[in-house]
């Protein structure tokens, strides 16, 4: 309101350029992601590339991509955003506006995409070369989700994490402390289910106390993804009543109503409910499809729904699609195990004996890599658990080979 009544009264030029930016991140964490956007464009081409309020925009612009999609148009503004150089009073906002390229680079399924986002997160280490430590929380924020989503190392992306948590609660970053602690939860309930739960509820916690609904609608779809996984029923229930409050509200982006598909697709496999596993199942793999990344994590679910019903042609085709999207990637971190797995499974149910038993042992190979980069045991032993790597070791052992 206060922004509007500025408007009205003749802003121009720079000071519009900055009265729009503020309007941009005011929709952004009230989640209207389409006025965001909006309002973020108009700002930039306002505002002087490589200046304060043109760079804290470009993260408008970034975040708007990540949730609504149209990586294809961004090729420009990342192109100008790398290639400016941020004034010592900017490196702060080029590193806050810095990580959600580097999450979009991480995340992209585009050609080249790993170089990219190395390449991007070295850019970003020389930035943060030039601020206090304290203040470099968003640099190990985007090496966590580089690590996470790009990198045979779940551990990493733990202590990536957890070392951005701690220096943005240094700092007095609580909007940064919020999504630090929902990467914490994401890296947790890869490998340790129950200490993810209460990451990911006190990300809620924090980001709404900070009045972030973006954060704290993320966190809460983000905490049914992990309740969903977990056997305990009153957890699958409050699972789906998460994905139920979300399900119907398109304009939260696809990717998050994929995640709430994603979480009505498990809870009803487990409850044996497959009409509605494969409805939700469809949704979500359709929801994301310009985030592959996403869309690995639904594969799983869409395969041994598809086994159960025979079809096992289609399986198969959709599990090797997969592991070709994965291998052009050069690997990725936390999809390719399950994805392995669900191409053995798949090859050996169309009698494919030898290359069902080469996709095995290739799941075991990513599996141990993995896990022998945790180094905490107890931890370790909790990812072993973890039930897809309990399958996986399940059939390695019915195919005669050795796990560990």
Known sequence: RHAQRAIECGLRDEQLGAVRAIQAWVAHFRLDLQGGYTYALEALEILKPGSFWWTKTAASCFYSLIMLGGFEHAGDLIRTFVASEPDPDTRLAYLESGFPLATLLAMSGMSGARHGCNQFIDRLTQVAAGVDPKDRGYLMLAMAWRTFYREPDPYRALEEAQEAAALFLES?????????????????????????????????????????????????????????GQADAAKRAEARRISDAYRDQPQLGPPLVGAVNRILAEVSMAAGDRETAEAATLAALASYVSWPHYRMQVVPTAVALFLEQGRIAEARQLAEQTLAQIDEQGGLGICDVPVRLAVAQTRFADGDLEGGGSALQSALEQLRLRADRIKDTGMRESYLARPHHRRLIDLAREHDLRPF
């Open 172 to 228: 007095g970053n609580r909007q940064g402390f919020a999504g630090s602690l929902y990467m914490v939860g994401m890296a947790l309930t890869d490998m340790e289910v129950t200490s993810g739960e209460e990451a990911l509820r006190e990300a809620r916690k924090v980001a709404l106390a900070n009045g972030n609904i973006r954060h704290a609608t993320m966190s809460h779809v983000q905490l049914g993804v992990n309740l969903a």
